[in-house]
Nanobody, 120 residues
Framework: QAHLVESGGGLVQAEGSLRLSCAAS??????TCWFRQAPGKEREFVSV????????DYRDSVKGRFTISRDNAKNTVYLQMNSLKPEDTAVYYC???????????????WGQGTQVTVSS
């Protein structure tokens, strides 16, 4: 099992920055992924990182603006979000699973989510 806690969300103006954290406890997993869900929309993939940190992937709309990283000594994965846009507004969730995937169905444990709101 795993327990995940996200933090770092908030209200920021467009072009601002936020850093989300996902602190994990319990067993380790091969993949940690960030998803987001805006009101009235489906939950969507944002970024994923493997256990070593050597492999990362991003959805096209955040490439060049978001950076995923991890500190295994702290059991924490980060999502640095720069040049934020109003369309980035959503609840951001981290999830862990045994395989790298952009499919939310492949992830076994989820955090409670953290709200990110970007004003124009």
């Amino acid at each position: 099992q795993a327990h995940l806690v996200e933090s770092g969300g908030g209200l920021v103006q467009a072009e601002g920055s936020l850093r989300l954290s996902c602190a994990a406890s319990g067993r380790t997993f091969s993949a940690t992924c960030w998803f987001r869900q805006a009101p009235g929309k489906e939950r969507e993939f944002v970024s994923v990182i493997d256990w070593s940190g050597a492999y990362t992937d991003y959805r096209d709309s955040v490439k060049g603006r978001f950076t995923i990283s991890r500190d295994n000594a702290k059991n924490t994965v980060y999502l640095q979000m720069n040049s934020l846009k109003p369309e980035d507004t959503a609840v951001y969730y981290c999830a862990v699973g045994s395989f790298i995937s952009t499919d939310l169905r492949k992830y076994d444990y989820w955090g409670q989510g953290t709200q990110v709101t970007v004003s124009s």
